[in-house]
């Protein structure tokens, strides 16, 4: 982990990051669509050591709730820490902008990134069937951010000036 830092993912960054994604996923995204998502949301880093890019986190950001789109690190930087770097850096942004909740889906099948997950505070939510090409199933999984809650009745009552 050392020298490595978090710094916003430019257009400049693609090449590098769909290598990465060509590596390590079965059904990898194209250069085309990193383009299309950092052209709709501008929340995408990328860890980089010295001149190298050795990990994304893609994500879209919608009201409060955060939604991670990928996250990848390169093989020969793998369990190093960046992972979960980049994923602690996300959420402590996240909640520093007041976000509420961030979603994910994984492949049941994929049990390093559930791992890392479940070791950032992600729990498991649900599963979508067939969710992707395919055939497999995804989990669905979710980390609370800030301690929100719906005031009670008597919360309510006691702020209640009409009388
Ligand atoms: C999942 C992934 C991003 C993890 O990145 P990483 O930099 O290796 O993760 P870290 O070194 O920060 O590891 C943090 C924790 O995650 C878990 N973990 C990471 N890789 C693991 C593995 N291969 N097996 C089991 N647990 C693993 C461990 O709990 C680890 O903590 P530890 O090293 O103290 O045991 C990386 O393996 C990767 O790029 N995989 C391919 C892409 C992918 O599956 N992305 C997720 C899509 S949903």
Known sequence: ??????????LDHVPAAAEIERTVFPDPWTA?????VIGI?????????????????LTQWVSVEIHLLNVAVTPDCQRTGIGAALLNFLLCLGERHGMRDVYLEVRLSNHAAQSLYLGCGFTKLAVRKRYYRDGEDALVMHRALTDFHLPA?????AG???E
């Open 41 to 57: 949301t501008e929340k995408c880093w990328v860890a980089v050591k010295g001149e190298r890019t050795i990990g994304y986190l």
């Open 1 to 10: 982990m050392t020298d490595v830092t978090i710094i916003p993912m430019t």
């Open 32 to 36: 085309d669509s990193f383009f299309e």
């Open 160 to 162: 209640d000036t009409s």
């Open 153 to 157: 009745d008597d919360e309510l009552a």
